[in-house]
């Protein structure tokens, strides 16, 4: 009988002690939506509550992306600043808000460095949601969703104002930029491009890459180590006629 007694006394302690662990853990999840003030905190939507990450080190997501733009154009996103359509950010669920994203759309190659300034898709299996422009850079307006891998690349710093500028994008400024200008199935249509380019423009590189079972030969020229200054080179090609003209990073 008194053995019963003891082995009933450890197992109350022992539920007693998970039961102490489990609050604390509770505690903690509160306080840190109480320390987490501003756009940061957690939030709740249709039932459901969101935790926004600490940091965008080291993440990288694959799903599907969507955009939005005419109905939202002109409104405050969650970051207080006012939604640009024409503007390449982006919505995402608990990625620290101002992270540049690189998105890649995994059906045709295209890619494009987002910043992240408003929370959703609130949809299921969405993983993000692209403004209107960056919807184009990667040609998802006409199908209206893609498969894309996302990669965390940087956190912008706290100088983001109500429209959207910023300074702080100098973790984007060490690498090589280059600018896609086009991207062929048939490797001697590469080739023509790049002797093209190459009477104006140096270093061209050829990059075979495939795609949905598919092999496509993209036609890179080096723009510069600069983020700013690869969009330069962007549209430089963009006004000579190369309208889907759009920086990558190698």
């Known amino acids: 009988m008194t053995r019963h007694i003891l082995l009933l006394v450890a197992l109350l302690i022992a539920l007693g002690s998970l039961l102490i662990a ?12 109480l320390r987490n003030q501003g756009p940061q905190r957690p939030y709740r939507i249709n039932g459901h509550t969101y935790y926004p990450l600490p940091s965008a080190m080291g993440f990288t997501e694959t799903g599907y992306a969507s955009w939005y733009g005419p109905g939202f154009h002109g409104k405050n996103t969650s970051s207080g600043e006012i939604y640009n359509m024409h503007a390449l950010t ?79 994008l100098s973790a984007l ?33 050829i ?4 795609i949905g079972g598919r092999i496509f030969f993209r036609v890179l020229v080096f723009a510069a180590r600069d983020y700013n200054v690869a969009k330069d080179v962007e549209s430089r090609f963009e006004s000579m006629g190369f309208t889907d003209a759009f920086v990558v990073a190698q």
Not at 22 to 33: K, S
Not at 126 to 150: H, M
Not at 207 to 210: A, F, G, H, L, M
């Open 22 to 33: 489990c609050a604390q853990r509770a505690r903690r999840i509160e306080n840190l939506g």
């Open 90 to 168: 982006a919505a995402h669920k608990i990625l620290p808000l101002n992270t540049f994203v690189l998105v890649e759309n995994l059906n045709n190659g295209r890619r494009v460095i987002v910043r992240i300034n408003d929370r959703g898709p609130f949809v299921k299996n969405r993983i993000i949601d692209l403004s209107f422009a960056a919807a184009k850079r990667l040609g998802i307006i006409g199908p209206g969703t893609a498969k894309v891998r996302i990669t965390a690349l940087a956190e912008a710093g706290s100088h983001v104002g109500r429209h959207g500028t910023d300074t702080g």
């Open 173 to 205: 400024r060490h690498g090589r930029f280059y600018v896609q200008v086009g991207s062929f199935l048939d490797p001697g249509n590469a080739r023509g491009l790049k002797r093209r380019l190459a009477r104006i423009h140096k270093p061209v590189v």
């Open 207 to 210: 990059v075979r890459q495939p």
